[in-house]
């Protein structure tokens, strides 16, 4: 397990959230020095700490183990299809002209 990497991907979504290592480290219950042995992978990961930063950082404890750099297409449909359930028929059409617009934005631009 290389915990230097799981160290930079807990960094990448504390970042993410705009959050210090010292905020972050409060959330959870650990001292800032911990934190950022952590993310420099100076020291190991344990289970509880693991699932804390999980949960602080509203991701899976997959996504900071693992590179999701692999996300296959259909699990982002996936994770799409899932957010508009709850939608109304009115929020989905605004929702697809986004998605349109902003897929038409970025075709010019490839």
Known sequence: MNYYEIGQRIRK??????LSQEELAERIGISTT???????????LSLPVLVSLA???EVSADDLL???????????????TSLLENCSI????????IVKAAKTSMDKHL
Do not use: C, P, W
């Not at 979504?13 to 705009?18: D, E, I, P, Y």
């Not at 911990?34 to 190991?44: A, F």
């Not at 999701?68 to 799409?80: C, E, G």
């Open 55 to 57: 949960t602080a950082l």
């Open 34 to 44: 911990h934190m950022s042995h952590i993310e420099t992978g100076n020291t190991k």
């Open 90 to 97: 009115s929020q989905i059409k605004i929702l697809k002209d």
């Open 13 to 18: 979504f504390r970042k993410a959230h705009q």
């Open 66 to 80: 693992f590179d999701n750099t692999a996300t296959t297409r259909n699990s982002v449909i996936d994770d799409l």
